[in-house]
């Protein structure tokens, strides 16, 4: 009989408020080791709660979250031992120099590795001296990165790493992020603004929405089955198709065009066009290639 | 915990050497002025001031331990909350308790150290111009003040760590009784009845720091 993986982090049955607002209810998820899980949604939905919670920082109203096992808000300090988190806005302890921030952090993690943060923080050049107060976003960055991948951690959360970055910075940040997941069973729970990067890294994405609903779904499944139909749309034409339960959102597009996202095929796409009574191109319904962003807006809508 | 003595050294040792020329102007003042009494009136009429009437002539550092120790507070936490930097140190894998106590610590030995170079420096200046009775009176006297240094640390700890404005108020209300308290005697060996209970009031406010920090760290849930 196989062992069953204890999963990295479990959620079940969390609802969460702040105030009257309803941030989530009943939302369910699990992260299995060794996949690289992408939190999606936009502003405000509750991507930071979310990791705050996992993270302890906050109790949720009612369900649970557990990390290696550990309720989320009574972390073992040998389960925080395993945890990488980069918390939003690259927050550090700005007053150390590049020196003091290693050497602070290397008492704690008995895997340290030292050669991983002066790797990172010799290509900025600075002095060992430098204070971290001193040093711009995208360094600042490369610091809190060097002592996330020198701490060796299991569990990898990076809240939002891309902001305030370049795109060199998130390119850097990118292939550092590879190169630890490849570097053994490591497991990354990343959420960022800029969802293109995460194309090229994530294995399973988390789609969360306002009000709290969640699709849980495997990268390429996602691409695999979520389609865009891109449809002429004159400008005298105001009504649009309205979602149901074959078509999934529409989007009025630049350049006289409407766009269809839908998880059913080409053929019940089309069926439920016509029955809504508007009239397929000539040539016939076809799916337009999308990236993860152009997915992610037809899957969350763009305002 | 060396790891964390070492961090907060780093980033209250500006502050901490700020109050300490501070501190030792203010004391530098005290000795100065006192010169200038014993220069320009006779003796016997400052001891008739001081025993009889009982005038205080280091009435001037009253509130410097209070100031002291609210800024040392405010230097090692407000900094913390404001930017979040807290959770960094939440985050580290060890106990809350015991970073609890670590952060304490370094806050309280940090003051202790402060005010006690207050405490002998104004020692030093009394027994240099009066009797040694009157340094020990006086010491007696400035030791309320003192405390109220701590009651300043903690409970501005207490307050800037607490994430509920009722109770913030509410800690608000009692650190202020307290030092009020510790300033309610006007007059040389007035405070020595109160400083027990004033001594016993202060250590409470230790474990009481506890729980705003538990607060903070489940983000706002006892």
Known sequence: MAIQETPVIEVRNLTHFYGQRRIYEDLNFLVEPGRIFGLLGKNGVGKTTLIKLLMGFLRPVSGTCQVYGDTSHALSPATRRRVGLLFEGHLAHDYLTIAQAEAFQSRWYPKWRRDRYYDLVDRLALP??????????GQRSQVVLGLLMAQDPDLLILDDYTMGLDAGYRRLFLDYLTDFVRDGQKTVFVTSHVVQDLEQLVDDVIFLQRGGTVLQTGLSAFMKDFCQYRLPCPPDQTALPTPDAVIHNVEREAGQYFSVYSFHPQDAVASALQQQGFALPETGLKAV??????????FTGKY | MRALFLKEWVKLRPVWGLLLVANGLLMLY?????????????AEMLYYQANRIGRLFYSDMRYAPLLTGLLLALAQFWPEVTKGRLRLSLHLPVGLATLTLTYLTIGLGGLAVLLLLEALALYGIIALYFPIEFANSALVTASAWILAGFVA???VTMIVLEPGRGRKLFYSVIVGGLVWLCHLAQH?????????GLIALTLLLIPAVFLPVFRFRYGGRS
């Open chain 1, 289 to 298: 290639p999308m990236s993860l962003e152009d997915a992610f807006i037809g």
């Open chain 2, 30 to 42: 005290l000795w100065i002025d006192m010169r200038h009494h014993f220069r320009v009136e006779h």
């Open chain 2, 153 to 155: 640390y903690l409970g």
């Open chain 2, 188 to 196: 040389y060996g007035q405070a020595a009845p109160l400083l027990p």
């Open chain 1, 128 to 137: 060992y001296s430098h204070k971290i107060k001193n040093m711009s976003e």
